[in-house]
Antibody, heavy 118, light 110 residues
Framework: QVRLQESGPGLVRPSQTLSLTCTVS??????????WSWIRQDPGRGLEWIGY???????NYNPSLKSRVTISVDTSKNLFSLKVISVTAADTAVYYC??????????WGQGTLVTVSS | QSALTQPPSASGSPGQSVTISCTGTSSDVGGYNYVSWYQQHPGEAPKLMIY???KRPSGVPDRFSGSKSGNTASLTVSGLQAEDEADYYC??????????FGGGTKLTVV
């Protein structure tokens, strides 16, 4: 079955760039059947949709984060990535990658905690 | 876009039914039949329980049901079981290919 796995640094300094990768196994991003999303969860708080990418590279972002976020895809490696620039403590969260079918997220990665701290 | 409004907590006894509400606006919940519900146990990723307001993915017990009236969607869990104790989040399509989540409801089985 399809699995998603996040990877990347667990600690990022304030004002630096947060970079995460989501590797997809058991299915191809290039199938074109789904969108591939990033979602984050503040510790002890709710979920926030960050944005998605389609296999052709088209993207859509949460308006509140759009100025700082870039999502990219590498279909040859079957992975997609997230970059958030100029991070602050408010960006500390568990970051999930997920497969989006329509407007629902049917498969999630296990999540990775990113802490923004000096 | 603002987060959808959910009660912070809900509770019920084993065997009972409990309903969790999710209130948005005509720009999200009320405007589209694209409401989803997720269950999250501590330390785990969310799990899709309901999509398109009332559809259940394969493997989700039929004790879980969803509905919508106006700008408010609801998740009902019937025949509560101990393993249903978890956090529940709603989400909705919010136009322009955006998705908005609710703040979450902690369901306690007492």
């Amino acid at each position: 079955q399809v699995r998603l796995q996040e990877s990347g640094p667990g600690l990022v300094r304030p004002s630096q760039t947060l970079s995460l990768t989501c590797t997809v196994s058991g299915g191809s991003i290039s199938s074109g059947d789904y969108y591939w999303s990033w979602i984050r969860q503040d510790p002890g708080r709710g979920l926030e949709w960050i944005g998605y990418i389609y296999y052709d590279g088209s993207t859509n972002y949460n308006p509140s984060l759009k100025s700082r976020v870039t999502i990219s895809v590498d279909t040859s490696k079957n992975l997609f990535s997230l970059k958030v620039i100029s991070v602050t403590a408010a960006d500390t969260a568990v970051y999930y990658c997920a497969r989006e079918a329509g407007s629902d997220f049917d498969i999630w990665g296990q999540g990775t905690l990113v802490t923004v701290s000096s | 876009q603002s987060a959808l409004t959910q009660p912070p907590s809900a509770s019920g006894s084993p065997g009972q039914s409990v309903t969790i509400s999710c209130t948005g606006t005509s720009s999200d919940v009320g405007g589209y039949n694209y409401v989803s519900w997720y269950q999250q146990h501590p330390g785990e990723a969310p799990k899709l329980m309901i999509y398109d307001v009332s559809k259940r993915p394969s493997g989700v017990p039929d004790r879980f049901s969803g509905s919508k009236s106006g700008n408010t969607a609801s998740l009902t869990v019937s025949g509560l079981q101990a393993e249903d104790e978890a956090d529940y989040y709603c989400s909705s399509y919010a136009g322009d290919n955006n998705v908005v989540f609710g703040g979450g409801t902690k369901l306690t089985v007492v």
